[in-house]
């Protein structure tokens, strides 16, 4: 169990990686009328975009982590449990049903576009509950004040990609950071008070 968990652990810090990597070098080689300022990680996984399959395998392989990560480590907090593993199987749906394409004038399926943005909301959402609802399980002051912070700012920037549509890119990128980097921090924590508890 315990090489489980450390390869788990490998899998999802180096999927995160991949992931920051693919949304800011990819850009560089996809559609030439791509804008990072403008366009999301979702435009980058398109339909028919070019090397669309290294970001939907960073969604893929991101989103199985995070449901692995939930069940391996937080056993202890079942609400958490699973509205990470909701997550994480959005955001690997996200990866499954792709954006439609930015160029216009390109035949799509419609149906994949539509499940990747109901699949793309759940994923938003759910993060947000997550972060709100460790508030409540937290130990420490600083780490609730954190929390607090990052589900504001959460909800700020989600706001703003729909009020400043024209800078969306930007936004997502800023969520996609303060998201994982947060998760990856939270995991840790979970992890030793998992160490406390059985001590």
């Not at 366009?39 to 090397?51: D, R, V």
Request: hydrophobic content about 55%; proline content about 2%; some cysteine.
């Amino acid at each position: 169990m315990k090489q489980i968990k450390k390869f788990s652990q490998f899998i999802m810090f180096y999927s995160v990686v991949l992931l920051f990597l693919a949304m800011f070098i990819l850009p560089y080689f996809s559609v030439d009328s791509y804008a990072i300022a403008k366009n999301t990680t979702s435009h980058l996984g398109a339909q028919k975009a070019p090397n669309a399959w290294i970001m939907n395998l960073c969604f893929l392989v991101t989103g199985l982590s995070c449901v692995i990560e939930a069940w391996l480590h937080l056993k202890n907090w079942v609400f958490q449990k699973y509205v990470l593993s909701i997550f994480g199987v959005s955001f690997f749906l996200t990866g499954f049903f792709r954006h439609a394409p930015i160029v216009e004038g390109i035949s799509y399926n419609l149906l994949q576009e539509q499940l990747h943005s109901v699949f793309a909301w759940i994923n938003g959402f759910s993060f947000t509950l997550l972060v709100v609802s460790v508030i409540f399980i937290e130990k420490k002051r600083f780490s609730q004040l954190v929390d607090s912070v990052v589900a504001l700012f959460l909800t700020l920037l989600s706001l703003l990609m729909v009020y400043l549509s024209d800078y969306s890119g930007i936004w997502q990128r800023i969520i996609f950071i303060i998201s994982f980097v947060w998760l990856l921090f939270f995991l840790k924590r979970m992890k030793k008070q998992v160490l406390t508890i059985r001590i």
